[in-house]
Nanobody, 124 residues
Framework: QVQLVESGGGMVQAGDSRGLSCVASGGTLSTYAMAWFRQAPGKEREFVTGISRSGGIRYYGDSMKGRFTISRDNAKNTVYLQMNSLKPEDTAVYYC?????????????????WGKGTLVTVSS
């Protein structure tokens, strides 16, 4: 079984930056497209960003474009999320997922594995 472990969450001030990491074990990361999702209290899970197996294709949610960056290092079985200019509305538990992404945004995605999440709290 593939296990995903997120790290890097914590408390930050609005306008600050924070980087998250997701390390995979029990499988080869390059086999999967990867994605980050988030869920704020009382809200539905939201797509943040996704990246193809080789890193050539990236998708971002509208509110994250220009502020968040996804990257991956398959040799280290790790995917990263760099978050800049954080806002209080970014407060959420951030989850790492491994699965598949269509080669177009409209094609959708499916995640086979999930991490347990890491909490990012942005104060104003």
């Amino acid at each position: 079984q593939v296990q995903l472990v997120e790290s890097g969450g914590g408390m930050v001030q609005a306008g600050d930056s924070r980087g998250l990491s997701c390390v995979a074990s029990g499988g080869t990361l390059s086999t999967y497209a990867m994605a980050w999702f988030r869920q704020a209290p009382g809200k539905e899970r939201e797509f943040v960003t996704g990246i193809s197996r080789s890193g050539g294709i990236r998708y971002y949610g509208d509110s994250m474009k220009g502020r968040f960056t996804i990257s991956r290092d398959n040799a280290k079985n790790t995917v990263y999320l760099q978050m800049n200019s954080l806002k209080p509305e970014d407060t959420a538990v951030y989850y790492c997922g491994a699965g598949w992404l269509s080669n177009s945004y409209a094609g959708g995605y499916g995640m086979n594995y999930w991490g347990k999440g890491t909490l990012v709290t942005v104060s104003s």
